[in-house]
T-cell receptor, first 109, second 112 residues
Framework: GQNIDQPTEMTATEGAIVQINCTYQTSGFNGLFWYQQHAGEAPTFLSYNVLDGLEEKGRFSSFLSRSKGYSYLLLKELQMKDSASYLCAVRDSNYQLIWGAGTKLIIKP | IAGITQAPTSQILAAGRRMTLRCTQDMRHNAMYWYRQDLGLGLRLIHYSNTAGTTGKGEVPDGYSVSRANTDDFPLTLASAVPSQTSVYFC???????????FGEGSRLTVL
């Protein structure tokens, strides 16, 4: 079966750095997405990786290793507004998105 | 309208009733999707449409139907609601089948 694993919840301190991991087992691979979802709101797109390596976008970076079935989202200089759930999703060989359950990130002052 | 609009935003429904969740987008995206989101689970695909006039079943299609008469609208119908359909429903669209998804604000449905 297809599976996306990410931690249920993480806590970090304002101003610090946090890494949210995602491991996947899917039928084929056509890219990995990270979305941010604030409580009670819709998910919004953060990043997309299809090749191995690091993609940097401001305070957020996303890394992919296809051979290991592994990705992480790195958030730097954490702000209170970064408190949200972070969703990992993999597009499989049928171009369908398989979603992880999300990681709830709690930022403490 | 800007982006994707869903209606209603929230609804309480008696079991056995018929309900249609509306979704409209103004981005001229070809592909549209309906997901449900339940606590502790990832987003699960109910139905999708790659282009106007075509629809397909996702991971959890039972009890739901969709239509795609034109590019902009993609309504989701629950023919006879059951309590297990209590969930938050998100409509989404993408330009083609491989691009990022844009989500509506969600419809919170409670079936009693």
């Amino acid at each position: 079966g297809q599976n996306i694993d990410q931690p249920t919840e993480m806590t970090a301190t304002e101003g610090a750095i946090v890494q949210i991991n995602c491991t996947y087992q899917t039928s084929g691979f056509n890219g990995l997405f990270w979305y941010q979802q604030h409580a009670g709101e819709a998910p919004t797109f953060l990043s997309y990786n299809v090749l191995d390596g690091l993609e940097e976008k401001g305070r957020f970076s996303s890394f992919l290793s296809r051979s290991k079935g592994y990705s992480y989202l790195l958030l730097k200089e954490l702000q209170m507004k970064d408190s949200a759930s972070y969703l990992c999703a993999v597009r499989d060989s049928n171009y369908q998105l398989i979603w992880g359950a999300g990681t709830k990130l709690i930022i403490k002052p | 309208i800007a982006g994707i609009t869903q209606a209603p935003t929230s609804q309480i429904l008696a079991a056995g009733r018929r309900m249609t969740l509306r979704c409209t987008q103004d981005m001229r995206h070809n592909a549209m999707y309906w997901y449900r989101q339940d606590l502790g689970l990832g987003l699960r695909l109910i139905h999708y449409s790659n282009t106007a006039g075509t629809t397909g079943k996702g991971e959890v299609p039972d009890g739901y139907s969709v239509s795609r008469a034109n590019t902009d609208d993609f309504p989701l119908t629950l023919a006879s609601a059951v309590p297990s359909q209590t969930s938050v429903y998100f409509c989404a669209s993408s330009h083609g089948g491989a691009g990022e998804l844009f989500f509506g604000e969600g419809s919170r449905l409670t079936v009693l």
